[in-house]
């Protein structure tokens, strides 16, 4: 089944304790972004990959570091966490950027305390 | 830099009844257009896209959404809404001049109502 995963689902952390959340795909694409998603603001993205070792910011960045060593994976990593990183995180892949659909994983809802 | 404007951030509506979700956007190129549906706890999904030709696309579920380049708006539309269209829709944009990056909207909750 072609899909998006990415774990964990939930995760409630403190300010300052570095966390990776991982994301996979299995559908050999090209491109990969993070999202975050707030209420009323909908989904701004983080950082995003045109391909193996390619990564640019978005338009959230801050705070926030990615890898894309392999083509299917494409780990969100935070270095220091804070409470205005509480939000819902999505992670999703396409074959070309902004043209083709973009498949979603299920979400990775992060509390910082 | 392009943004998207989803005018509803909140539409009930009655099962069986239409309902139109309005999209603006401001970009004065060449653009793609999208609506995600997110139902809940569960990541987005394609609605439907419009990359080029008719005006008028069909997508899923029995949604339509029509493109107006004058107006540079994006509204879907679905004549007859199921109890299991509750749900939020993202409207989006992507245009060639900014590397195809898509910008989402705020989001509209549908809450169909028997």
């Known amino acids: 089944e072609a899909q998006v995963t990415q774990n964990p689902r939930y995760l409630i952390t403190v300010t300052g304790k570095k966390l990776t959340v991982t994301c996979s795909q299995n559908m050999n694409h090209e491109y990969m972004s993070w999202y975050r998603q707030d209420p009323g603001l909908g989904l701004r993205q983080i950082y995003y990959s045109m391909n193996v070792e390619v990564t640019d910011k978005g338009d959230v960045p801050e705070g926030y570091k990615v890898s894309r060593k392999e083509k299917r994976n494409f780990p969100l990593i935070l270095e220091s966490p804070s409470p205005n990183q509480t939000s819902l995180y999505f992670c999703a892949s396409s074959i070309l950027a902004g043209v083709d659909e973009q498949f979603f994983g299920p979400g990775t809802r992060l509390t910082v305390l | ?114």
């Open chain 2, 1 to 114: 830099a392009q943004s998207v404007t989803q005018l509803d951030s909140q539409v009930p509506v009655f099962e069986e009844a239409p309902v139109e979700l309005r999209c603006n956007y401001s970009s004065s190129v060449s653009v793609y257009l999208f609506w995600y549906v997110q139902y809940p706890n569960q990541g987005l999904q394609l609605l439907l896209k419009y990359l080029s030709g008719s005006t008028l696309v069909k997508g899923i579920n029995g949604f339509e959404a029509e493109f107006n380049k004058s107006q540079t708006s994006f509204h879907l539309r679905k004549p007859s809404v199921h109890i299991s269209d509750t749900a939020e829709y993202f409207c989006a944009v992507s245009e060639k001049a900014a590397g195809n990056k898509l910008t989402f909207g705020g989001g509209t909750r549908v809450l169909v109502k028997p």
